[in-house]
């Protein structure tokens, strides 16, 4: 089955610096979502880029995608102490089901 | 801005009983969704839903669970017989026109069994 996996696994960023977390997935995909979660909080949606896109920007977040890869990325630019979470990329194929990686932990001091 | 909502945002209960789980998903939104989370793990899918019936589910979505949408708000999942290994985040998600779009979640229901 189709798998997104983060790197790193963790993260650790003084505040303005930039913070970059990479997904890889293995089989073809329809669209690719980004999310971040608070500890122990529900998952906010940042992004969704779709397949026959390449990059998408959102305030401070740029996403890529390179499908040749297989591989997405999330670039958070000027990060701030409340960009603390953590990150999860999400593949959907054809079906309904959203398929998520383990995450990556982003930690950002000040 | 309208958001997917979860009750309870807790629930303990013992080995054996039942539990319902409640989302109201976002109002003009057509597919719904369950995933769960356990503690320290990937989110997973269980099962999506549309139309009044379910389109997809995983194989964790077993007998033991259900849902349902008994009115024009409310989508709810059924843990019949609840096990220790059921203790996790779970969480209710909605899209508009299909999961080809964005899935918005609810802020989920942690439940623990005992």
């Known amino acids: 089955s189709q798998q997104g996996e983060e790197d790193p696994q963790a993260l650790s960023i003084q505040e303005g610096e930039n913070a970059t977390m990479n997904c890889s997935y293995k089989?073809?995909?329809?669209?690719l979502q980004w999310y971040r979660q608070n500890s122990g909080r529900g998952l906010v949606h940042l992004i969704l880029?779709?397949?026959?896109?390449r990059e998408k920007h959102s305030g401070r977040l740029r996403v890529t995608l390179d499908t040749s890869k297989k591989s997405s990325s999330l670039l958070i630019t000027a990060s701030r102490a409340a960009d603390t979470a953590s990150y999860f990329c999400?593949?959907?194929?054809?079906?309904?089901?959203?398929?998520f990686g383990k995450g990556t932990t982003l930690s950002v001091s000040s | 801005e309208p958001e997917v909502t979860q009750t309870p945002s807790h629930q303990v209960t013992q080995m054996g009983q039942e539990v319902i789980l409640r989302c109201v998903p976002i109002?003009?939104?057509?597919?719904f969704y369950w995933y769960r989370q356990i503690l320290g793990q990937k989110v997973e899918f269980l099962v999506s839903f549309y139309n009044n019936e379910i389109s997809e589910k995983s194989e964790i979505f077993d007998d033991q669970f259900s849902v349902e949408r008994p009115d024009g708000s409310n989508f709810t999942l059924k843990i019949r017989s609840t096990k220790l290994e059921d203790s996790a985040m779970y969480f209710c998600?909605?899209?508009?026109?299909?999961?080809?779009?964005?899935?918005?979640f609810g802020p989920g229901t942690r439940l623990l069994v005992l």
């Open positions: 109002s003009n939104h057509l597919y």
């Open positions: 089989t073809s995909i329809n669209n």
């Open positions: 999400a593949t959907g194929q054809a079906g309904t089901a959203l398929i």
């Open positions: 998600a909605s899209s508009g026109q299909g999961a080809q779009e964005t899935q918005y």
């Open positions: 880029i779709r397949s026959n896109e």
